[in-house]
């Protein structure tokens, strides 16, 4: 009997599983929406949602959210079905309205339906976390992990998933690489040293901002009534509020020095004082990952606040030292997405899929 080696398989990298994924997860959700459009019950936003104040949807009524979403859902998950197929080049026209219509969708995903609460979540997760075995804060969980917000996450999610599967599907018809996006031509400001240029200044715009917004809470937390009454925070420390503050103080704090890390040499080498890790370099992922994330989370926010009436009063009449760094929400996610993709840029190296770089 003669023994054979079987043919090595191809490998299977994670450009290619995502437009699988994203029309999987897209298409679970779909059906969901589609049940809750027939049943009349199970739809999360709208009027059915308690903290619908900052969120977009609350603009539709419930009878047509929910098969409107179902209808969003189900036709996007058949586009990412569509570009999982690699021998398929379609023409320009359709090659067009197929990016736009799924780029659309994913940004509805990730910016509109989420809204403040996948922030906020983001900043007082630690303390929850931290504090839950010593029932610090003070809150019912129930009230806080809902069904609204866990259709927030998962709708971002699904947002991100569709629209690394739109990247990667305009990558292989116009013959760039799949995993780096290297084309025959070198575009001069993708270049690491011209994004070293320009991702220095959008580092410092996005760090200066959360910034100016924890100094305010920081003041509350020592008592220093800066952009608001005496009055309010004194309501504000007697209900413990202002310590809900610090804490998302310290979060914003924690994230523009994170955020300096991207145009820093320790945001390259881990310092001397992390045991175990000195002096080795950070993996590109561990800073663009959690920095996208942030930056798509503070859109979805911004888009919510940008929404309300509330936001355009503080430019005039309610302009105050608490209001003004929020003005300046707008340009956060930009700069902080512009920031990261400068890093990804300077620390990319060679590809290992095309061997360009």
Do not use: K
């Not at 359709?94 to 403040?116: F, H």
């Not at 292989?172 to 070293?196: F, I, V």
């Amino acid at each position: 009997m003669t023994i054979t080696d079987a043919p090595p398989r191809p490998a299977i990298r994670w450009p290619d599983r995502l437009a699988p994924l994203a029309a999987s997860w897209l298409g679970l959700w779909g059906v969901l929406a589609l049940v809750a459009a027939l049943t009349g019950t199970g739809y999360p936003f709208g009027a059915n949602d308690p903290d619908s104040d900052l969120n977009l949807l609350r603009l539709i009524p419930v009878g047509l959210g929910a098969p409107l979403f179902a209808g969003l859902l189900l036709t996007a998950a058949v586009a990412a079905l569509a570009m999982s197929r690699p021998a398929v080049r379609p023409s320009r026209p359709l090659r067009t309205l197929l990016a736009g219509y799924t780029g659309a969708v994913a940004l509805v995903l990730a910016v509109v339906v989420p809204d403040a609460q996948v922030l906020t979540m983001l900043g007082y997760a630690p303390m929850l976390i931290l504090g839950a075995p010593f029932g610090w804060p003070p809150v019912d969980y129930a009230e806080i992990f809902t069904w609204p917000l866990l259709a927030r996450f998962a709708a971002v999610l699904g947002g991100l998933l569709l629209a690394g599967a739109v990247l990667v599907w305009l990558r292989r018809t116009a013959d760039a690489c799949l995993a780096c996006g290297r084309g025959n031509a070198e575009r001069a400001w993708a270049t690491p040293a011209a994004a070293a240029r320009w991702g220095r200044w959008a580092a410092g715009i996005a760090a200066a901002i959360p910034f100016a917004y924890a100094l305010t809470r920081f003041a509350w937390a020592v008592g220093i009534p800066l952009g608001i009454s005496r009055d309010f925070l004194t309501e504000m420390q007697e209900t413990g509020l202002v310590w809900a503050g610090l804490g998302l103080g310290a979060f914003a704090t924690v994230g523009a020095l994170l955020t300096l890390g991207l145009v820093q040499r320790w945001g390259e080498c881990f310092p001397r004082w992390m045991l175990g890790l000195a002096g080795r370099p950070v993996p590109v992922r561990l800073a663009v990952i959690p920095a996208s994330v942030v930056a798509v989370a503070v859109a979805a926010a911004t888009a919510g606040l940008v929404g309300t009436p509330d936001f355009w009063s503080m430019a005039g009449e309610g302009f105050t030292a608490a209001s003004a760094p929020m003005l300046l929400w707008p340009v956060w996610p930009v700069a902080l997405g512009a920031a990261t993709y400068a890093y990804h840029l300077r620390r990319r190296g060679g590809c290992t899929r095309c061997g360009r770089g």
